[in-house]
């Protein structure tokens, strides 16, 4: 029996699970520095083909590139910091220098401030696909994380006025990283105030229902036509790229929430109407959930001191 031959746990979960839904990759049992990729497909009746594919060399080049976006970002965040504090040095100037450059300093600070975000996001992600995999379980009181994520941003200062926000959640919690969750959570709030007129709402809500744990996040914004959602959690995918830096948007957000949903063996919906609003759901398998602790019974007064 193939199970007794290749004994990773990996693998044997793809085979036990018996659905067969893509592929898994694997150390090889002959050598440890070679990469499987394996496939199994029904092949016949009662029988299934099992396809290896040696892709070490695939895996290789895709960690240099991840060790190349990690170590560029991260060499771009000391100069940053060191112009960025240079720019508002000089904004403050008394010497008259301010005055004359008012208007430069002023972009400069605005897109070394960019500079900055991009360069936290993409750390950020680099950070999500080294954990990759791993199990992160915490206990996440969700709750509490949303009120806290609503409050900052309602009091977000926007030119343009922050829309109505409404928070319901229910007290389910979840095993889970919390950093990263929050980050998530804080993207797609924060994605639905970017995309949504002052006049409009924003409702986030967090329940149970028999798809396990949902987080929904709906606004009556501006919307994305059906043939963008597809691609809206790629790196850098904007649907208008000079409306969403002018929000002050990195293109990173979706790409760090899916990544942060796959970590929690989550995943993301997405539906929207151009012109009538979005909503982006979060949807957290049972097995995430954390139980809920038991109601403490009811004291009984008589026994409360001074009753
Ligand atoms: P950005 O930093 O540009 O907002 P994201 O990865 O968070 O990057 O989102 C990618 C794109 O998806 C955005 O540029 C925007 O076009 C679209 N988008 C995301 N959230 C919403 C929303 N709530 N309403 C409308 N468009 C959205």
Request: hydrophobic content about 35%; aromatic content about 4%.
């Amino acid at each position: 029996p193939i199970r007794n031959l290749l004994r990773t746990p990996k693998f044997l979960e793809y085979v036990n699970d018996g659905a067969f839904r893509g592929s898994v990759e694997i150390k090889s049992p002959a050598d440890d520095h070679t990469r499987l990729s394996i496939r199994i497909v029904p092949y016949g009746e009662h029988q299934h083909l099992l396809l290896a594919q040696d892709v070490t060399e695939r895996h290789r080049l895709e960690r240099v590139r991840k060790d190349f976006v990690a170590n560029v970002s991260h060499e771009l965040r000391t100069p940053l910091t060191v112009i960025s504090g240079f720019i508002e040095n000089l904004r403050h100037d008394e010497s008259g220098c301010a005055e004359r450059w008012e208007r430069a300093l002023g972009l400069m600070g605005q897109q070394s401030a960019r500079m900055q975000r991009i360069v936290e996001d993409l750390l950020l992600l680099a950070s999500l696909e080294g954990t990759q995999g791993l199990t992160p379980r915490e206990t996440v009181e969700v709750r509490e994380m949303l009120e806290e994520i609503v409050e900052e941003c309602e009091a977000m200062d926007s030119a343009d006025g922050v829309p109505r926000l409404s928070l319901s959640a229910e007290p389910v919690r979840v095993l889970g990283n919390i950093h990263q969750l929050r980050s998530a959570f804080t993207n797609l709030v924060t994605n639905a105030i970017k995309y949504t007129p002052a006049g409009g709402s924003i409702s986030v809500r967090w329940f149970t229902d028999a798809r396990g744990g949902v987080l929904e996040v709906t606004d009556t914004g501006e919307g994305v036509a059906a043939e963008h959602l597809p691609r809206l959690t790629e790196r850098f995918y904007r649907v208008d790229a000079g409306r969403s830096r002018e929000k002050g948007g990195t293109g990173l957000g979706l790409a760090i929430v899916k990544h942060v949903l796959q970590n929690h063996g989550a995943r993301l919906e997405m539906e929207s109407e151009v012109g009538k609003g979005s909503c982006f759901r979060c949807v957290f398998p049972d097995c995430r959930l954390a139980p809920v602790a038991p109601v403490p019974a009811r004291a009984d007064a008589s026994n409360i001191p001074g009753t």
